[in-house]
């Protein structure tokens, strides 16, 4: 918990997004996942003093031509090409084929020529255009540098941002948080942890070591199948019973009825 550095994070996001898709915006197609502050400093911590928990990027993807369709676009061209070089230089004297491909209008004596040419170059150019094949083009991927890295940090540096980040510079609020820390899950259960993770925020805060306090477990839940002690109290009322939503109902409304079952404004 306070020294993640000695484990390996190389497998822990291998099979993400394989069971539901990453949220994506569904007009620009870009990632719309919330990432607070104090995520990103995790990221940043990791990326600093973990190296195995960024991951390798992904290869990149195959063309969608193989080889031997590209060859025969190539050669299709190619073909096309000389073709209209060869009726270019059939019906329009004044113009003649350069070596790179180009029409190219040759020296007229007479001005009265001149449009002529000009005439004959533009045609045999718009025909050139036309019989040009389309490029594919494929957009190369971004490689997105925070999607692989295990947002990995010490217990006691990651309450100490999560806490900045929230106080926002307000010290009340920040020795208000401070002061009530809970630690929940199965970890909670080691003896003495609560008192050893104590010392350890007092390391990183001296001088406000008498405003830290960290909480026991919550009394009449176990604390090993607890998540969020916010939510399982909110359950177990009896006045939230209407805001249980069914399957039925949110087949027939969908997201609407989180407007009437819910009891705060979403």
């Known amino acids: ?50 190296p195995s928990a960024i991951l390798h990027p992904p290869p990149l993807p195959t063309n969608i031509q193989s080889k031997g369709q590209e060859e025969t676009s190539q050669k299709l061209a190619l ?21 790179n491909g180009n029409i190219v209008p040759k020296r007229v004596e007479n001005e009265d020529n001149m449009d002529e ?22 957009e190369e991927p971004v490689d997105d540098l925070a999607t692989r890295i295990v947002p990995v940090m010490p217990l006691d540096q990651a309450i100490i941002t999560s806490i900045t980040e929230g106080a926002k510079d307000d010290e009340k609020k920040f020795r208000d948080f401070i002061g009530g820390i809970m630690v929940i899950g199965g970890a909670s259960k080691l003896p003495n942890f609560s008192p050893f993770l104590e010392y350890r925020l007092r390391g990183l805060k001296p001088n406000l070591a008498k405003d830290i306090l960290v909480g026991g477990p919550p009394r009449e839940l176990d604390p090993q199948v607890l998540v969020w002690k916010g939510a399982s109290v909110f359950g177990k009322l009896q006045a939230t019973n209407d805001c249980w939503i069914g399957k039925l109902e949110y087949d027939r409304l969908g997201a609407r009825i989180l407007n009437y079952k819910c009891m705060w404004v979403w």
């Open 117 to 138: 040419t000009i005439n004959a170059a533009g045609e045999n150019g718009d025909e050139e255009d036309k019989d040009k094949p389309e490029e594919i083009v494929e």
């Open 79 to 99: 073909g096309n090409k000389m073709l209209t070089l060869n009726e270019s230089s059939e019906h329009s004297p004044n113009v003649t084929p350069a070596p």
């Open 1 to 50: 918990m306070f020294r993640p550095a000695i484990y390996d994070h190389s497998q822990k996001l291998k099979g993400r997004w394989s069971l539901v898709p990453r949220s994506t915006d569904i007009y620009h197609h870009l990632n719309n996942d919330p990432t607070s502050t104090a995520q990103t400093c995790a990221l940043v911590y990791a990326n600093e003093n973990i």
